[in-house]
């Protein structure tokens, strides 16, 4: 079962948002939220107040996904969603 993991940022609003259209796709039954260990630091800033780290909350949702099928149906629509919502989402292999 493959295991996609999301950061993304955005507002409470987006993330939301997001999760609730990763839960509608069939197939998919576990989307879950969780902390990011790292949070408030980013590897490209030696600094935590820059204006883009004040842009938005940084989110790390957790989708796993019964094969690779459904794998892809959750990348696509978290693509098209965070189009769509003025969000970010990056795929990671682990947070």
Do not use: K, Q, W, Y
């Not at 993330?15 to 949070?39: C, F, K, P, Q, R």
């Not at 990348?75 to 947070?95: K, Q, R, T």
């Amino acid at each position: 079962m493959p295991m996609i993991r999301i950061r993304m940022t955005g507002n409470r609003d987006t993330v939301d948002t997001l999760i609730n259209a990763l839960h509608g796709i069939d197939g998919i039954e576990h989307v879950e939220e969780v902390d990011d260990l790292m949070s408030g630091t980013r590897d490209d800033s030696s600094s935590s107040e820059l204006v883009d780290d004040n842009g938005g909350e940084l989110v790390c949702i957790e989708v796993r996904a019964p094969d690779a099928l459904h794998a892809d149906a959750v990348h696509n629509v978290a693509e098209v969603e965070a189009s769509l919502l003025g969000a970010i989402v990056e795929f990671v292999d682990e947070f």
